[in-house]
Nanobody, 121 residues
Framework: QVQLVESGGGLVQPGDSLRLSCTAS????????MAWFRQTPGKEREFVAA????????IYTDSVTGRFTISRDNSKNTLYLQMNSLEPEDTAVYYC??????????????WGQGTQVTVSS
């Protein structure tokens, strides 16, 4: 299996940028499709973005398209989420996740512990 650890969260102002990282250990990182999800209190976990095993394909939820970019560096076993033009509605705990599938919106077997992102003035 694979172990995932997120970092890079914090408190930022509306319009600011932030980059999240997720470092993987264990099985071969490039064997997994990867994704970011987020969750706010009282709501279900929400899909944000996903990237294929080799990084050639990406998908996003509509609310972040054009503002967020998911990427990966398989040589560093690391997944990234570049978040620009942040809005208060982006406030959530962000989780990275891994799937045995090439690319997926909802079928993930491994999860990190999450990192808090707060967007507030």
């Amino acid at each position: 299996q694979v172990q995932l650890v997120e970092s890079g969260g914090g408190l930022v102002q509306p319009g600011d940028s932030l980059r999240l990282s997720c470092t993987a250990s264990g099985r071969t990182f490039s064997a997994y499709g990867m994704a970011w999800f987020r969750q706010t209190p009282g709501k279900e976990r929400e899909f944000v973005a996903a990237i294929s095993r080799g990084g050639s394909a990406t998908i996003y939820t509509d609310s972040v398209t054009g503002r967020f970019t998911i990427s990966r560096d398989n040589s560093k076993n690391t997944l990234y989420l570049q978040m620009n033009s942040l809005e208060p509605e982006d406030t959530a705990v962000y989780y990275c996740a891994a799937t045995r599938q090439i690319l997926s919106r909802d079928d993930y077997q491994y999860w990190g512990q999450g990192t808090q992102v707060t967007v507030s003035s």
